[in-house]
């Protein structure tokens, strides 16, 4: 928490015949960020590693044969653990072998089965389309015989039936009407031979829809459909004994598709990344950065593999020259608790914090779930919450960080429902252990503008921290700095004694107004100060630089303009955080809304179906419209008025080598 993971850059040297079993340990490890050697300066000199793309295309076939499989199987199940990456040159035959083995056990039954369920499809639609012409009493062997007619069956609107027989009149033909169905005519057209041509585009202008009956049809339509339903049985018969042999065949096999599908899969990926990989002779180059407490575990293994040949050298990060002059940046791997983790995709929609600044996850999601709950307060509504969220926890495993959040949400709604003593908008069931939102509207919102200011407290800090730690000591007394911090905290604290105790005396006002002044006067006055000593220093070190220079009067207005706007800013920063009150009050205010049209409908009963359904339908509107909004005001006052103190982002993610199984999961399906 507080800060990223600290990570050692490290350069690891390979003989090429030791390179596939290092891609494996690579592969285990997986807490590696590889470096685009491309990027560095041999990848400038041009020794850059050709991906193996005959190995990487076996391995895309071998990954879209297991994915085929397990999708024809059905296989159902949770993924297994691969305990050890695969070594993608020695294991790719083994792979392919097992997935071979499993293809010729499984595709003569899927086989059978794609094939039985077409015969089936096609009788049954065979049926239903002979159904369609059975009022007719069609003797097919007799129609076949025709040698000098043609003769077409099927569809076409009511209404269209009078045109079609206009656009025939010009030759000899006979339109047959067998039934009506769904304002749509069952017909049969025939004509001569030598006609077919004009039949055809006249069925076509009247929208005829053909059948498209076979042309080996023998008999009358009532045996044809009365043998097709008796073939119907055997084939359904055969169909669940093929059913149960793949059921068979995905429990026999499923465990080892999934397994071969994920060691494809990693296979794949570890040597995709080994594009990134340098190459000088037979020696294979990669860099990237670790974990420091994983560094000698990795080494290890590393050097055991290769039987010491391998080389495998750490760097501190502030010792790396790529990163001091700004080529390269640390990666940032967050480390936070399990409850914590899930705010970090809130983080980083904002920006990836740079390795020089403190990491805001945790002050995110201790805030966020408070500002949530104090806008969202009852124990009904904070318990559907938490269930919804346990729902998406246990069921969508895609979408687990977002059912941790709203379980904690929900927990948070709860607890200030019961401060507010507030179920499901019943306000006298309990009493409430802090107050009543619609009836201590002042006190609420005084105690929303003090979450504010401390929020905002908390923004200037962190700031001054992250000065430090970047070691920006020229911005201490910026508005931004510790002089903004002091004025703020002196407006801050005038106004908490004015509304709790009363009006400063003359000495407070006096030495409060003198303070003020002075931290006016250094904000408005350091950026000048601060311009002019370094366009001095620039003048001294280059003294024929022809750069143009803005004026001081241009720079004093600049910072007269700057002083005023951060001044307005603390005021509206503070002031934005009494939404909360709002937001809290507007959801007792749905619940009076809801109630007053429950006893409209029940025309003041407070009984009945009405109003109980009534009651219903309002709480989930309630429940689904102000945790959206409330949800978007809670992202907004973090984002606008606590991240913009301090955040400044511009770092990279940590990007490891394979992702976790929820991201290959993902990928996957995709």
């Not at 592969?27 to 990848?43: A, K, M, Q, Y």
């Not at 391995?59 to 085929?68: C, I, P």
Request: aromatic content about 10%; proline content about 4%.
């Amino acid at each position: 928490m507080f800060k990223p993971v600290r990570l050692f850059r490290i350069t690891i040297q390979v003989p090429d015949r030791y390179m596939s079993d290092v891609l494996g340990i690579l592969g285990d490890f997986r807490l590696l960020h590889l470096i685009n050697i491309s990027e560095t300066r041999l990848g400038q000199l041009g020794y850059v590693a050709a991906t193996r793309a005959e190995l990487v295309a076996r391995f895309e076939q071998l990954l879209k044969n297991a994915s085929s499989l397990l999708k024809s199987l059905e296989v159902k199940g949770e993924i297994p653990a691969v305990e050890h990456a695969p070594r993608p040159e020695k294991d790719i035959f083994f792979l392919e072998q097992e997935i071979n083995q499993i293809q010729s056990s499984t595709l003569p039954v899927l086989s059978k089965i794609e094939h039985t369920k077409r015969q089936l499809s096609q009788k049954k639609d065979l049926i239903k389309k002979m159904q369609l012409v059975s009022p007719a009493d069609i003797d097919f062997t007799r129609l076949s015989s025709l040698y000098f007619t043609v003769y077409r069956f099927g569809t076409l609107p009511i209404e269209n039936l009078d045109r079609l027989e206009e656009s025939l009149s010009d030759i000899h033909h006979a339109i047959v009407k067998i039934q009506e169905s769904r304002k749509q005519l069952v017909v049969a057209a025939f004509c001569l031979k030598e006609d077919s041509e004009v039949l055809d585009r006249a069925l076509k202008s009247a929208f005829f829809n053909g059948l498209d009956l076979p042309q080996d049809l023998k008999g009358h339509v009532g045996q044809i459909i009365k043998d097709l339903k008796d073939e119907l049985g055997p084939l359904e018969t055969e169909l669940e004994q093929l059913e149960r042999e793949k059921e068979e065949l995905a429990k026999k096999y499923g465990t080892r598709l999934l397994l071969v599908r994920e060691k494809a899969y990693l296979g794949r990926i570890l040597l995709k990344a080994s594009a990134k990989f340098g190459k000088i002779d037979h020696t294979y180059l990669l860099t990237g950065w670790v974990p420091v407490d994983s560094y000698e575990r990795l080494k290890e293994r590393i050097l055991k593999a290769t039987k010491g040949l391998a080389v495998v050298d750490a760097v501190d990060p502030e010792e790396v020259r790529e990163v001091r002059s700004g080529i390269i940046k640390i990666p940032i791997l967050f480390n936070n608790p399990l409850l914590i983790r899930p705010f970090e995709r809130l983080t980083t929609l904002y920006g990836t914090p740079s390795y020089q600044e403190i990491e805001p996850t945790v002050f995110l999601a201790i805030s966020f779930v408070l500002l949530f709950g104090m806008m969202f307060g009852d124990v009904g509504h904070g318990l559907v919450l938490f269930l919804a969220g346990f729902y998406v926890f246990r069921r969508l495993y895609k979408y687990i960080d977002y059912g941790i959040i709203l379980m904690e949400c929900g927990v948070s709604s709860m607890l200030f429902g019961f401060l507010y003593g507030s179920i499901f908008g019943l306000e006298d069931l309990f009493p409430a252990l802090w107050l009543h939102p619609m009836k201590d509207i002042g006190r609420f919102m005084f105690a929303s503008a003090i979450i504010g200011v401390g929020m905002i407290s908390l923004g200037f800090v962190l700031n001054l921290l992250n000065i430090i730690k970047r070691k920006e000591y020229n911005k201490i007394l910026s508005a931004s700095g510790l002089t903004g911090a002091l004025l703020y905290w002196l407006l801050a604290g005038l106004a908490i004694r004015y509304y709790t105790i009363g009006p400063p005396g003359p000495l407070e006002k006096a030495v409060s107004e003198g303070v003020a002044a002075l931290l006016l006067f250094i904000m408005f006055i350091e950026r000048p100060i601060r311009l002019f000593l370094r366009q001095k220093r620039t003048h001294l070190s280059d003294a024929s630089s022809k750069q143009k220079k803005p004026s001081l009067s241009v720079v004093i207005l600049e910072s007269l303009i700057e002083t005023l706007d951060s001044v307005l800013r603390f005021l509206a920063n503070t002031v934005s955080f009494v939404r909360v009150a709002a937001f809290a009050l507007t959801h007792a205010a749905l619940f009076l809304g809801v109630f007053s049209i429950a006893d409209m409908v029940s025309h003041g009963s407070r009984s009945g179906i009405a109003y109980f359904l009534t009651l219903i339908i309002g709480n989930i509107v309630i429940i689904v419209l102000e945790a959206m909004v409330v949800s978007i005001q809670t992202i907004r006052l973090e984002y606008y008025e606590f991240f913009s103190k301090f955040f400044r982002g511009g770092g990279v993610p940590f990007k490891p080598i394979v992702e976790t199984e929820k991201d290959l999961v993902s990928d996957k399906g995709a």
